[in-house]
């Protein structure tokens, strides 16, 4: 069963920064893509950044520009460097992956780590 750990989450002033872990039980390069989601409190999960396989990125337009994905695959983990944080990105982080298969797909989800940006 696959395990996405999530790390690096807490409270930080506006205009800080913080870098979010996802540490995979196996080799990242056996997902299709891997990313990262957001819950603001009392709204829906949305998008925030994924990393394809082949290193392609894509960014939520509310964070293009602020935060970046990368991923390390000597450690299985991939991470979210946030910087210029505003009140507005206070959110649980969900790490996602994703594996496409003929058979149909195969979505994983970390248990979330929380966000808070507040002075």
């Known amino acids: 069963q696959v395990q996405l750990v999530e790390s690096g989450g807490g409270l930080v002033q506006p205009g800080g920064s913080l870098r979010l872990s996802c540490a995979a039980s196996?080799?990242?390069?056996?997902?299709?893509?891997m990313g990262w989601y957001r819950q603001p409190p009392g709204k829906q999960r949305e998008l925030v950044a994924i990393?394809?396989?082949?290193?392609?990125?894509y960014y939520a337009d509310s964070v293009k520009g602020r935060f970046t994905i990368s991923r390390d695959a000597a450690k299985n983990t991939v991470y979210l460097q946030m910087n210029s944080l505003k009140p507005e990105d206070t959110a649980v982080y969900y790490c996602h992956a994703l594996k496409v298969r003929v058979t149909g797909r195969e979505a994983y989800w970390g248990q979330g780590t929380q966000v808070t940006v507040s002075s």
């Open positions: 990393i394809t396989s082949v290193g392609s990125s």
């Open positions: 196996e080799n990242i390069f056996s997902f299709d893509l």
